[in-house]
Structure formats: C-alpha cells, structure tokens
C-alpha cells in the first residue's frame, strides 16, 4: 500500500454484520448494554480526530439497551434491529438531543419531536447512540461548511470524507455505528458513502418520510440509510420506509422485504452504461474500478447494454436553480423569533431578523439563498426557476424511458475519490461540479445505492452508483450486492 | 438569461432574503453568483416549448403517492414545550423587538 495513505491507527475491523449481532443477542451472548457500551468506547477513542459525533444521547441509548436486554432475558421476540447501535445525521430531530443541522443559527435547539425514520428505528429495537456532523444545512459535498469543524476521512484522515453526511459515512467506516442515517438531496448519502468505502441507500422519493428533516430542498430531500454491506442496509430502508400521514409526499406503495429482495442475485438483470458518466472529468482510476466492477456484473449473469442519457448535461446547472430556489424558501423560517440563535440587541424587529440570519447562517448557506432568492425574483423566475423545472422533467422522462429497456443503471458515483481538506473550498463553482454523477436522480426521483467498488492505488475507495427506477430499490440492492460479492466490499480501516 | 448581477443586485436580493452582508462580502457574492450564473446559462441551448414545468415526481410514480390526509384536527405540540425553545417569551407569546418605529 503507498505510503500517500495514512490511517489514524494501525487495524480496525468493520462492523458485524446485522444478523450476527442479533443472533449474538438473541442467544444471550452479547448484551445490547454492553454492546453500546463499547461503541461508546470507540467513539471516545475515535471521535476526537473524526469528530464524525456532534453529540451523544448515552441516556436515552443506554435506556433502550437495557429494554432489549430485559426482552432478551425474557425471551421474549427481539424486534428486528434489536440492540444495534446506530447514529443520527445532525439534520434529522430526535427528542432530547440537540438538533443544528450543523448550523450556528439553530444553536441550542432541543426538538420536542423524532423524526419519524428516527422514531421507526428505536421501534425497531435500535439504540441511538448520538447525533453526527454534517455540511451547515445539508449544503455541501465535503463536510468542511459544518459551523462545529469538518469531519475528517476515517480511510486518510488528511482528506474530506465527502458531504452533505458526511459524519453517517465516517462513522461506519470508523465502526462507530453499526449503521446511520443520512439525508441526500443532490448526492449526500451517496457520495460519502463513495468516498468513505460503505454502502448509502437514496430511496425514491416519497419512499421514506421527510418528518422531522430539517428541510433544505423539499422536492429533492430524502432520508436514507448508510451501512458497512448492501444487506444491512436493505434491511435498515425496510425498517424506515413506508406511509406517513405526517408527510403528504410519502408513498404508500407496500414495503417489501429488501433483505429478502438483496438475495435473488443478478443473473439476468438488465444493466445499462451511460456513455454520458464516462467522459471528461472522471479520473483514469476511478473509471479503471468501475469497469472491473461492470465486468464482475456481467460474469454475475448480467447482460450490460450500453446507453445514453443525453440531457445529463444539463443536470448541474438545474439542480442548482432548483435546490436553492426551494431553499431560499425553507430557510426563511430562521429568523431568531421561534427557536435558536438570536442576534441580541437590535433595535427593531427586522433589524433582528438581518442580524440573526446574517451572524447564523455560514458563507454557503448565504450564496445558496441569495442565489435562490435571485433565482424566484421578478424579472428573473422564468428564466431561471421555470426553465430548470421544464429540464427536470426531460431528464426524469429520460430516466423512464431507459427503464423500459434495462433494470439498472450503473455509473461512477463521483468523478473523483475523496480529496484533501481545502483543495475546494475557496471554488464554490467546482465543488457544484464534483455532484455532476448524483444530481440527476436527485431530480428524476428515482433510487440508488452507493456500493464501494475497489480502491485507488493509493488505497482510495471507489464507489459504484446503481440506479433503479422508481420504488424498485429491490434491483438496486441486488446489482449492489453482486458488485459487493467481486469488488471487496466495504473498505473499512487498514494496516499501515 | 445571461445577465450580469452587480453588487447592488446581491444587495437587493440579500434585502429579499434578510441577509445583511458586510462590503466586501457583497463584491464576493458577486463574483460567485455571476460564475453559476454564467454556468447555468448553458440551459439556454434547450428548446423548451411547451414542456410542462415538474415542480415535484410524485405524479411520476405509478403507485401510492400524494394522498392528502382528512382534514381533521388532531393534537399538537403543547405550547409550554414549544415556547421553551424560543429565545424570548411571556410564556403565552413569542417576544420580538418592536415592529414599528416611531
């Protein structure tokens, strides 16, 4: 392995698997307590170079451990995440822990409510160990505009773990979570999931409910699992998805077993390769990794069909009229009346609202809402905003189209692998760039999964997308899991 | 759609959003909205005659979305609870600086 690479310590192993946790609980050999009371362990040790945790929720965890354990003793039937330690994105509300979206402007905001896949989860017999970092307000690709400090990359630690979550990747990557939750917008599960080597979940839109997401985009935003093998976390979106009467968007399409789904293998499926995620901008070795991976696919049975998706183009440049639009709108609700940071002193009442925003809110939040409000402005809203939601339906509808012909689509999940802190920062323009492969099923609606697919030379993860159509998740998981099978898997922490 | 944004542009649109933004953080938003505007102008190159506008996928999928629940009144949040979160009440109302000057 190079020398480019440096780990924070010399061997970690990856997590256990969902099912080999449960049984061990279930047997009475491990303890849902004890369990957790390692985690907490290794975030104490881990953490303070990650700093992938924002905060912890010991009490409420240990709490529900201890439930699990008196069910277990019993003998009672464990629930099916019976004593698994996960952790929280720092955009999802969970009752008695702080809630910022790692934003200075919600500031010592404690929600009085859980988001509902957070409320599902702990029905589900999870332990929620804490809350983690993530870009201020889900806006960002590398975790460094979080107001508490960037996240650092488990796998090399000089380099970004990708964003919007990047603290749910890091702490799988890191083994300080089983699983997490992580929201995506434009690529946020997807792409750290790629650049910290585990797997990330964007469900359809509407498939899980967007209770309790502190909303950034909410014709795009979705909230979805991120676990270190496709199985656990198939088994995590089952848990989280389904009807909310709380969330009009929320389908009410039934949920099927995914687990179950992730084991019918590949053989035969229908993959398609768009010419268009191929071409200039994707790193020799990144493209190098993916084409192994579309190998390993086709010796799996799969017959792989080339195709193309010509407005792909156009995808960064509608995103990015679309999501801050709808931004602009959502964050006009932080206005220090209500909840959170409050500029002291001001004399009037609008004076106070221009002074909290403008000390709350980081430097991305404020280009995303001026560009926003620009772009809905008079004079301005048909050639921006209108336009982008005429092209969003010509990229969907392509989309469509290509699902007649083949049951997934396989690309790179970022042009790049991860990169060293700051090399992006001052360029907002080229940090927009790097979402060029995730942004069009943002704005299609339709799912996919991040699985790790290799490593650089320098032992850098490489994550392949698997797109599927709309609530198919079913093939997603099943071509992710052959990839899995071939590819390595999860990186997980190395020796030096 | 390929116009220039000037700083008095970011500052009237900063106006519209509530964001106050120091001098030379204005010549910066400047530059920077000018850049993705500049990108996005690539747009320009579609003919979009007659698409209808998608605002959102739900009508896109085949099953179970969209459907609005009874309007019926349930219980909320207790009020204690919310206010206990807010910078500054009189436990019954949220308290703000005043609204208009004299």
Redesign the interface.
């Known amino acids: 392995m190079s020398s480019e690479v440096k780990t924070t310590e010399s061997y970690v192993e990856l997590p256990k698997t969902l099912s080999e946790l449960r049984a061990g609980i279930a047997s009475g050999s491990t303890r849902a307590t004890d369990l957790a009371a390692g985690y907490y362990q290794r975030i104490e040790l881990k953490n303070p170079r990650l700093n992938a945790y924002l905060s912890l929720t010991k009490e409420r965890a240990l709490q529900q451990a201890a439930h699990v354990d008196a069910l277990a003793a019993k003998g009672d039937p464990l629930p099916i995440l019976a004593g698994i330690p996960v952790g929280i994105k720092y955009a999802l509300v969970m009752k008695v822990a702080p809630v910022t979206a790692s934003s200075k402007i919600l500031q010592g905001?404690?929600?009085?409510?859980d988001a509902t896949a957070v409320a599902k989860l702990e029905a589900s017999g999870a332990v929620l160990l804490g809350k983690l970092n993530c870009d201020e307000f889900a806006m960002g690709g590398s975790n460094e505009n979080s107001a508490y400090g960037p996240v650092r990359n488990p796998i090399d630690t000089e380099r970004v773990p990708g964003g919007s979550s990047g603290g749910s990747a890091a702490a799988v990557a890191a083994n300080m979570a089983v699983a997490t939750l992580g929201s995506d917008t434009g690529g946020s599960i997807r792409q750290p999931a790629s650049f910290c080597g585990v797997v990330g979940v964007l469900p359809?839109?509407?498939r899980v409910s967007r209770y309790g997401l502190i909303a950034f985009a909410?014709?795009l935003d979705r909230v979805g699992p991120f676990a270190a093998n496709v199985r656990d976390a198939a088994t995590m979106l089952g848990v989280i998805a389904g009807?909310d009467?709380k969330d009009?968007?929320?389908?009410?399409?039934p949920v099927p077993d995914y687990a179950a789904e992730s084991d019918k293998g590949a053989e035969r499926m229908r993959i398609g390769v768009p010419a268009e995620y191929f071409g200039e901008g994707l790193e020799p070795e990144v493209r190098a990794a993916i084409e192994s991976g579309i190998a390993a696919l086709e010796a799996a049975g799969c017959s792989v069909k080339k195709i193309s998706l010509p407005?792909t183009?156009?995808a960064?440049?509608?995103y990015?009229?679309v999501a801050t639009a709808e931004a602009?709108a959502n964050l006009?609700r932080y206005?220090?009346?209500?909840?959170?940071?409050?500029s002291p002193e001001?004399?009037?009442?609008?004076?106070?609202?221009?002074?909290s925003?403008?000390e709350g809110?980081g430097?991305e939040v404020?280009?995303r809402?001026?560009?926003g409000?620009?772009a809905l402005?008079a004079g301005?809203y048909d050639?921006?905003y209108?336009?982008?939601?005429?092209?969003?339906?010509?990229l969907?509808e392509e989309f469509?189209r290509a699902f007649a012909e083949v049951d997934a689509i396989v690309t790179p999940t970022s042009p790049t692998p991860a990169f060293k802190i700051g090399e992006k920062a001052d360029d907002?323009?080229a940090m927009?760039l790097a979402d060029i492969y995730t942004v069009t099923a943002s704005l299609?609606?339709i799912c996919g999964v991040n699985v790790p697919c290799g490593t650089t030379e320098a032992g850098l993860p490489v994550g392949m997308q698997v797109l599927a159509a709309?609530?198919n998740e079913s093939a997603a998981f099943r071509v992710a899991r052959a990839v899995e099978a071939t590819c390595g898997g999860a990186i997980g922490l190395r020796r030096e | 759609m390929t116009a220039k944004v000037t700083v008095e542009d970011v500052e009237r649109v900063a106006e519209l959003g509530h964001l106050e933004l120091a001098p030379g953080e204005s010549q910066r938003m400047q530059h920077d909205l000018n850049a993705i505007l500049d990108y996005v102008a690539e747009l320009n190159e579609l003919d979009t005659t007659g698409v209808i506008p998608l605002a959102q996928v739900s009508d896109l999928l085949s099953v179970g979305a969209g459907e609005l629940r009874p309007d019926a009144v349930l219980p909320s949040l207790d009020r204690a609870v919310v206010l206990s979160q807010a910078p500054e009440t009189d436990g019954v109302f949220f308290k703000v600086p005043k609204v208009i000057e004299r």
């Open positions: 905001y404690y929600p009085p409510y359809t839109y509407g909410s014709s009807h009467p009009a968007t929320s389908s009410s399409a407005h183009k156009y960064i440049p509608t990015y009229l602009s006009a206005d220090g009346v209500r909840y959170g940071y409050r001001s004399e009037t009442l609008s004076a106070m609202y221009c002074h925003r403008d809110f430097a404020k280009r809402i001026l560009l409000t620009y402005s301005y050639a921006y209108l336009k982008a939601q005429q092209v969003r339906r010509l969907a469509l907002p323009l927009y299609a609606g709309h609530l």
